[in-house]
């Protein structure tokens, strides 16, 4: 994953928070942002997984962790059998 940090995300996210920009780099993969508070903390994230799929929202610092989390295990598996 190759995260970034944006000056501007999605509506909604409040005063002082930033929105981390997230982009798998693969056509099938997970992409959007993350919206972290002043202190760091993990508030919302807005991801796609993959093309053409619906925006989903995830809530919490758990949630996103672990949404995060899973589909970085499936990009490196996709990633090791590309190199196969």
């Known amino acids: 994953?190759?995260?970034?940090?944006?000056?501007?995300?999605p509506?909604?996210?409040?005063?002082?928070?930033?929105?981390?920009?997230?982009?798998?780099?693969m056509r099938d993969g997970l992409?959007?942002?993350v919206i972290v508070s002043p202190g760091g903390r993990i508030v919302?994230?807005?991801?796609?997984?993959?093309?053409h799929s619906v925006e989903r929202r995830y809530e919490g610092?758990?949630?996103?962790?672990?949404?995060?989390?899973?589909?970085?295990a499936i990009i490196r598996s996709m990633q090791e059998d590309r190199r196969a």
């Open 61 to 72: 610092t758990a949630e996103v962790r672990t949404v995060i989390a899973c589909w970085a």
């Open 31 to 33: 992409f959007g942002s």
């Open 11 to 25: 509506g909604g996210h409040g005063r002082g928070q930033t929105s981390v920009w997230v982009d798998s780099g």
């Open 44 to 51: 919302r994230a807005f991801l796609l997984h993959g093309n």
């Open 1 to 9: 994953m190759s995260p970034r940090v944006g000056q501007s995300g």
